[in-house]
């Protein structure tokens, strides 16, 4: 015979109570959790969203912003808005760019663009700066480190006139005519002392700096340049050419200072050497045109005198003796190669060398990135100069002219970006 089953105990009313309120809980609880995942989800979307439009929205800027380089750099203003000042749309968005130079330093600007894509505003700055290379940028350029001491630079533009008559602007050092007085290296630039002042740029080699020791000015800008520029020599088939074809013959001399015509008139080229020599007190007189020397030396008080356009190639050595002077009516007329490149005949220089001794005025545009430049004290450079190493004792006065800037080796112009920063931050 089978047992009956175990009948379960009935429920109590209280009990049915608890049980539905537990269900009720449970309901309620997973309903919430339902509604949160959906809200949690519809606010993972709009944030989602909203980064892709910050996103967009910058992309949207960048591409003003390169166009707005691309006006800066070629100096072309491709619209009617001003050079550097751009607008349009792009990607379903719109973009608007303004660029203001630096009032200090003429070749920085500062690029401010406005973004718009649907419900994202981006803006921010692009601080660039556009470079030009060349043989006569700066007042002075050197490849290895540059170092100052007890020197001043500033400008001019011999196309308007003399030095003195530009030479209108005072500050603590005295009169000056324009900034613009740049120097530059691809290593580091060292000023020694408290009696510099460049009015214009000191820029060094990517990864350098401008070291100080006591308190030197710079006026203009200090920022490493990106990329170390490359100065070639002249080619040494130019070197050949004017060795075989020139004007050496062309020079005369006049004994005496010459001033009043009595001096006596004589050629102070000797082929059999290709030196140029100049005894002291005399004039050399210099027409325009080639000339090839392997050594140029100018004693005590000698002058030099180019009386037109000129090019000039020397392969060994140039000593200005104290006291000496190379003069033109512009110094882009006196545009001096030097590099130690072998002569047929056996003369085969190891090294070239530039020596400005002393009390000099010296008007040229000198490259000779195979060559190193020494500078006594006392003497004042119109023009350029670009050499491998620059040794300098004493104070010196530099006046760059700044007609030589479209003159020799030019680079296509560049732009660094030297930095970004966001104006306003972008809603998350």
Same mark, same amino acid.
């Given at each position: ?16 109570? &608890? ?47 390169? @166009? ?16 550097? =000042? &751009? ?12 660029? +203001? =130079? ?12 406005? /973004? ?34 007890? #020197? ?34 691809? *290593? ?20 350098? @700096? ?7 000015? &710079?006026?203009?800008? @200090?920022? $490493?340049? *990106? ?5 070639? %020599? ?33 050629? $102070?080229?000797? $082929? ?9 007190? =005399? ?18 008080? =000698? ?13 060994? #050595? ?16 006196? *545009? ?12 085969? $220089? ?14 040229? +545009? ?7 430049? #020494? ?11 670009? #050499? ?8 010196? +006065?530099?006046?760059?002219?700044? /007609? ?21 931050? %972008?809603?998350?």
């Amino acid at each position: 015979m089978t047992p009956p089953s175990p009948r379960l105990p009935a429920r109590t009313g209280g009990e049915r109570g &608890v049980a539905l309120a537990l269900v009720l809980f449970l309901t309620i609880l997973l309903s919430g959790l339902g509604i949160g995942l959906i809200y949690e989800g519809m606010a993972a979307r709009k944030s989602l969203d909203r980064h892709e439009q910050n996103l967009r929205s910058l992309e949207i800027a960048e591409a003003g912003i390169v @166009q707005a380089e691309m006006e800066v750099r070629t100096q072309t203003d491709y619209g009617t808005d001003g050079i550097g =000042s &751009v607008a349009g749309a792009y990607g379903n968005g719109t973009y608007q760019v303004t660029a +203001a =130079s630096d009032p200090v330093s003429p070749d920085r600007f500062v690029l401010t663009a406005r /973004a718009n894509y649907l419900n994202s505003t981006r803006i921010f700055e692009v601080g660039v700066r556009r470079r030009v290379s060349g043989m006569f940028q700066e007042s002075l350029y050197s490849l290895e480190t540059l170092t100052l001491a007890s #020197a001043t630079t500033d400008a001019y533009d011999s196309r308007t006139g003399t030095y003195a008559s530009q030479a209108v602007n005072s500050d603590a050092y005295g009169p000056y005519a324009q900034t613009g007085g740049s120097v530059g290296s691809n *290593q580091d630039i060292v000023l020694d002392g408290s009696d510099i002042i460049v009015r214009g740029n000191a820029i060094p080699g990517p990864l350098m @700096q401008v070291v100080k020791a006591g308190s030197p000015t &710079v006026t203009g800008d @200090q920022f $490493p340049r *990106q990329v170390a520029y490359e100065f070639p %020599p002249a080619p040494q088939s130019e070197f050949v050419t004017a060795m075989n074809n020139n004007n050496n013959l062309a020079i005369t001399a006049t004994s005496g200072d010459g001033s009043t015509g009595g001096g006596k008139k004589s050629s $102070p080229y000797n $082929p059999s050497t290709m030196t140029l020599s100049a005894t002291a007190n =005399s004039t050399v007189t210099m027409p325009g045109g080639v000339y090839f020397f392997r050594r140029i030396d100018l004693n005590a008080e =000698s002058r030099l005198q180019v009386t037109g356009p000129a090019r000039i190639y020397v392969t060994e #050595a140039i000593d200005v003796k104290s006291g000496s002077s190379i003069l033109a009516d512009r110094p882009g007329d006196v *545009q001096i190669v030097v590099h130690p490149y072998p002569l047929p005949g056996g003369v085969a $220089p190891s090294s070239a060398i530039v020596k400005i001794n002393g009390e000099s005025t010296i008007s040229m +545009a000198l490259y000779a990135p195979g060559a190193d430049l #020494a500078l006594g004290g006392g003497n004042t450079f119109y023009g350029s100069a670009l #050499a491998r190493r620059i040794d300098m004792q004493g104070a010196n +006065a530099f006046h760059y002219d700044k /007609a030589l800037g479209d003159q020799g080796l030019i680079s296509v112009p560049t732009l660094e970006r030297l930095y970004w920063r966001e104006v306003t931050r %972008p809603k998350r």
